[in-house]
């Protein structure tokens, strides 16, 4: 890196302060990325590169790497000059140094060829730079099933603690029953598809945070909590339900069993 001391060249401090803006800005959880280099070239030499986050958690063994409409991921990769521009025309390599994946240099589509109990890495590197990213290993996913099917929130008007369900849930497997193995690290999407009221719930996180999206743990499991509003029941009384759909896709097809029809039952507290 250059020299950082009071009498550098006013254009020697102006980069150095933009190097230390820069990197602050670019670490954020969803990258992994930034190395420096020396910024004295043209504005295609490269200062810095961010890793974009993969498309999906996991790639299936014997399998590339697709995202739920069954489309080849690739991953994406930007270079950046000293000025902070991207450069598009940059040559990026791709590597695993990790078991379970290959990795084609050129373009970066990854193959999962075994299962590993880590994430494995995916380097992908300009000149002396590198950026990493990390890809689960999983089973390709035959089937889905209920976890959870039916729940009972005992609304009430005045304690919103008591208005949201246990987490609807579905499971994974590799195979066609529940014998055979889980399949974890995976997209599972969720819908409300009957209510009697558009506003009447939504589905949440386990920290009630809206969310149609969950990724299979490692017991094969995702699930969404129903919160339900009862100032948009019919009635301070009514009894009532809402009905969810869960649906798991590989290749772009569901996945044997989508949907999975999950029930919450809405009932009056005492």
């Given at each position: ?47 810095s ?43 990026i ?29 995916i ?103 129903i ?21 798991a ?9 989508s ?12």
């Amino acid at each position: 890196m250059m020299g950082r001391g009071v009498n550098a060249p006013p254009a020697r401090r102006r980069a150095v302060a933009f190097i230390a803006g820069f990197v602050g800005v670019v670490v954020v959880p969803s990258v992994i990325a930034i190395a420096c280099t020396d910024i004295s070239g043209s504005g295609n030499s490269i200062l810095s590169l961010q890793f974009d986050t993969l498309a999906s958690p996991s790639v299936v063994v014997g399998d590339t790497l697709r995202d739920t409409t069954g489309a080849v991921i690739l991953p994406v990769v930007h270079a950046f000059n000293y000025k902070g521009g991207e450069i598009a025309a940059a040559k990026i390599y791709f590597q695993s140094p990790d078991s379970g994946v290959t990795v084609d240099s050129a373009t970066g589509v990854i193959v999962g060829d075994s299962l590993r109990s880590t994430p494995a890495r995916i380097i992908a590197t300009v000149g002396n730079l590198q950026a990493v990213q990390r890809i689960n290993l999983t089973l390709r996913p035959d089937t889905i099933i209920a976890s959870l099917a039916v729940d009972t929130i005992t609304y009430s008007l005045l304690d919103s603690t008591k208005n949201s369900s246990h987490p609807m849930s579905v499971k994974l497997l590799h195979g066609l029953t529940t014998s055979d193995s889980v399949v974890s690290n995976y997209i599972v999407s969720f819908a409300i598809v009957s209510q009697s009221n558009p506003n009447l719930a939504d589905l949440v996180t386990e920290a009630g945070k809206l969310s149609r999206v969950d990724t299979t743990d490692g017991s094969g499991i995702a699930g969404r909590k129903i919160l339900v509003h009862p100032v948009n029941l019919s009635s301070a009384t009514a009894i009532d339900s809402v009905i969810v759909q869960a649906t798991a896709r590989y290749r772009g097809q569901p996945v044997p069993g989508s949907p999975v029809r999950l029930v919450v039952v809405l009932q009056p507290g005492s």
